[in-house]
């Protein structure tokens, strides 16, 4: 069965960096994408970007544009994404999510959450 | 960026009754060479990740009961649950992934009156 299995929950000091994993199983991971989609307490679904586990390809969105980034190895068919220069308004819990290979499609499976805290 | 606005932002239906969610995009996010229009459902329980539902606007994902039906095409689209069961409070998202940044509506509560 299709699994995305995300990486611990992180404290982090405002303008430091935070970086997620989430582990794919169950699933040809260079056949699809990742996408990854935030949710600060008590918010609605921010979509943050997407990435192509197959060649790489990126789309993030654009008020995270030059704060994030995201990569895949497809040796352990694990995505990352890493966040920079944190404030306290990035406390969110950050989500991935199965995507299309290269182009944004619905979201058939979720990862089950990562709570990230920036606070001094 | 095509934006997504979803109505009413909360709503209260007694069990068994129709619950109805709008959600209004910016832009058509239909799609002419295929006909498709490029529209997600979500269910967010609490302290759970998001749940596909309904996809292309109108086809259920596999396992989601016949009760949740998506309907509409261009720009106006409608979650339907034909009779509301306690399992079914949750908060409801519509999500278009026409363009290259597929965005959330606001979302919407569903409760039991």
């Known amino acids: 069965q299709v699994q995305l299995v995300q990486s611990g929950a992180e404290v982090k000091k405002p303008g430091a960096s935070v970086k997620v994993s989430c582990k794919a199983s169950g699933y040809t991971f260079t056949s699809y994408g990742i996408s990854w989609v935030r949710q600060a307490p008590g918010q609605g679904l921010e979509w943050m970007g997407w990435i192509s586990a197959y060649n790489g390809n990126t789309n993030y969105a654009q008020k995270l544009q030059g704060r994030v980034t995201m990569t895949t190895d497809t040796s352990t068919s694990t995505a990352y994404m890493e966040l920079r220069s944190l404030r306290s308004d990035d406390t969110a819990v950050y989500y991935c999510?199965?995507?299309?290979?290269?182009?944004?499609?619905?979201?058939?499976?979720w990862g089950q959450g990562t709570l990230v805290t920036v606070s001094s | 960026d095509i934006v997504m606005t979803q109505s009413p932002d909360s709503l209260a239906v007694s069990l068994g009754e129709r619950a109805t969610i709008n959600c209004k995009s910016s832009q058509s996010v239909l799609y002419s060479s295929n006909n498709k229009n490029y529209l997600a459902w979500y269910q967010q329980k609490p302290g759970q990740p998001p749940k596909l539902l309904i996809y292309w606007a109108s086809t259920r994902e596999s396992g989601v009961p016949d009760r949740f039906s998506g309907s509409g095409s261009g720009t106006d689209f409608t979650l339907t649950i034909s009779s509301l069961q306690a399992e079914d409070v949750a908060v409801y998202y519509c999500q278009q992934y026409y363009s290259t940044r597929p965005l959330f509506g606001g979302g919407t509560k569903v409760e039991i009156k």
């Open positions: 999510a199965r995507d299309a290979t290269y182009s944004s499609s619905s979201l058939d499976y």
